[in-house]
């Protein structure tokens, strides 16, 4: 990657429900980098649609991520459900590289009340069996958990940089405003963000800086975390420090814009780091 990208998370709200050809024209109207496909309630795409993605995800300097859908949950105590949950990531990984998606996220699993090194355990069985099918399938795309905003949801940074040690194709996918929520109000500041960087840079190497996949939103919280996501200057996200250190460590990626207003947040976004 040779700079940051800006995505939009899903199609611009401007498209009003007409469709990927009209969705790209405005990312591309608007100069913005590329698009989050959002299989959030299932993997599914029609194969013009796949095709026009595919196209717009070669032209240069634009790219495309995918996030997985929300029923997946590593850890169900449901033997069924654990499976499911792995075919669902298989299923946006394998969709992801017919689309041109270099990286796919999703939210890996809940705590539901077990020990965190239980859950870690049982995470890294099913993280282990989806490497190695996608392995099997010569699909390279990055596999990606999602840093996540309750505290009942597994994915701390520490947990997911823990996993991103242990599997080739694995890395973090840091949703910033989710660990801001979930942690009641910290990391918010230059400092604090400056951290964080420091320490996935120390222990992944700082190669992840040149490859890096993050989410960012305005983001309402209270004691049990995310509630759910505003406009960027309706909340507290400190975005500007953000992307100065974002700056400072000269990342390159993809950074997602998941505000309700999606496309004019992702702008806003572009244009305060292009100014800096
Ligand atoms: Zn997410």
């Not at 024209?25 to 026009?52: A, C, P, R, Y």
């Not at 298989?90 to 009340?113: C, D, Q």
């Not at 400092?191 to 320490?199: I, Q, T």
Request: hydrophobic share 35%; aromatic share 10%.
């Amino acid at each position: 990657m040779n700079k940051l990208h800006f995505l939009t998370a899903g199609l611009p709200l401007a498209t009003e429900g007409k469709g990927y050809k009209k969705g790209i024209d405005l990312i591309n109207q608007m100069d913005l980098d590329g698009l989050e496909v959002e299989f959030v309630h299932g993997v599914k795409m029609n194969e013009s649609n796949q095709t026009l993605v595919k196209q717009f995800s070669q032209l240069q300097d634009k790219k495309i991520t995918c996030h997985g859908p929300y029923y997946i949950n590593l850890n169900s105590q449901e033997e069924e459900k654990i499976e499911a949950s792995v075919n669902r990531i298989l299923e946006t990984a394998r969709m992801g590289e017919k689309i041109g998606a270099y990286s796919i996220t999703f939210h890996a699993a809940f705590y539901m009340k077990q020990s965190i090194d239980e859950v870690y355990k049982t995470v890294y069985k099913s993280m282990e069996k989806i490497c190695s099918i996608l392995e099997a399938e010569n699909n390279n795309i990055w596999v990606r958990p999602e840093t996540t905003g309750k505290g009942t949801q597994w994915g701390t940074l520490e947990e997911i940089v823990q996993l991103s040690k242990e599997f080739k194709n694995v890395l973090p996918c840091v949703d910033f405003a989710h660990i801001h929520a979930r942690n009641n109000g910290i990391y918010n500041t230059y400092d604090e963000f400056s951290k964080m960087f420091e320490y996935m840079g120390k222990e992944l190497g700082d190669d992840i800086f040149n490859n890096f996949h993050a989410h960012l939103a305005g983001i309402e919280y209270g004691a049990k975390g995310e509630k759910n996501h505003l406009i960027l200057e309706e909340s507290d996200m400190n975005y500007k420090d953000l992307l100065k250190v974002f700056k400072e460590y000269n990342v390159k990626g993809v950074l997602v814009c998941e505000s309700p207003n999606i496309e004019e947040d992702t702008k806003l976004l572009k244009d305060y780091y292009l100014s800096l």
